[in-house]
């Protein structure tokens, strides 16, 4: 009885996963209605100007991962991308604006999010899967006035508060 009980919960679980990340769905198949049948709701989207849309599905704030969903002008899927990782860090850049950032990455930690005062700077912060599989830490660093980005940072988490040995 409590193997078959066992075997259930781990079942569930895994289908549960699955569909946290989309990979059941079907490029060039799948609709706006099945993404969010199977994942939900975006916590952000855009239109872009050719009619295609770009949701935004973060799984934290004790997650790692970010989903972004591409869907061509007619609502079909084109592609679910992780993108919490370095290659898609590497690409924000000094100058760069809020939202630029916000459709790289997606919505940042708001519980993680900082204003420095004597600096007039705004970190954003993303928890993220870094070297080893250990979780990282990555922070956006804005000028305040402008919005535009200053710098970027990663740390290992367990660093977070002190300085590394």
Same mark, same amino acid.
């Given at each position: 009885?409590?193997?078959?009980?066992? &075997?259930?919960?781990?079942? /569930?679980?895994?289908?549960?996963?699955?569909?946290?990340?989309?990979?059941?769905?079907?490029?060039? %198949?799948?609709? /706006?209605?099945?993404? #969010?049948?199977?994942?939900? #709701?975006?916590?952000?989207q855009?239109?872009n100007?050719?009619?295609?849309?770009? +949701?935004?599905?973060?799984?934290?704030?004790?997650?790692?991962?970010?989903?972004?969903?591409?869907?061509?002008?007619?609502?079909?899927?084109?592609?679910? %991308?992780?993108?919490? =990782?370095?290659?898609? &860090?590497?690409?924000?850049?000094?100058?760069?604006?809020?939202?630029?950032?916000?459709?790289? /990455?997606?919505?940042?930690?708001?519980?993680?999010?900082? $204003?420095?005062?004597?600096?007039?700077? +705004?970190?954003?912060?993303?928890? $993220?899967?870094? !070297?080893?599989n250990?979780?990282?830490? !990555? !922070?956006? /660093?804005? =000028?305040?006035?402008?919005?535009?980005?200053?710098?970027? !940072?990663?740390?290992? %988490?367990? $660093?977070?508060?002190?300085?590394?040995?």
């Amino acid at each position: 009885m409590w193997q078959r009980v066992l &075997l259930l919960s781990a079942s /569930l679980i895994v289908a549960a996963c699955a569909s946290y990340s989309g990979s059941g769905l079907k490029p060039g %198949e799948a609709r /706006l209605e099945d993404v #969010q049948a199977t994942i939900g #709701q975006p916590s952000m989207q855009w239109q872009n100007p050719d009619g295609s849309r770009q +949701l935004a599905y973060p799984r934290g704030p004790a997650g790692l991962d970010t989903f972004m969903v591409r869907l061509d002008a007619n609502g079909k899927l084109q592609a679910i %991308e992780s993108v919490l =990782d370095d290659r898609h &860090l590497a690409t924000i850049r000094p100058g760069m604006s809020k939202d630029e950032v916000l459709r790289i /990455l997606g919505p940042s930690d708001a519980n993680a999010t900082a $204003y420095f005062e004597a600096r007039d700077e +705004l970190v954003w912060d993303w928890r $993220y899967r870094g !070297m080893s599989n250990e979780p990282w830490r !990555m !922070m956006v /660093l804005f =000028d305040a006035a402008s919005g535009k980005v200053r710098s970027t !940072m990663v740390r290992p %988490e367990q $660093y977070l508060g002190a300085e590394p040995q």
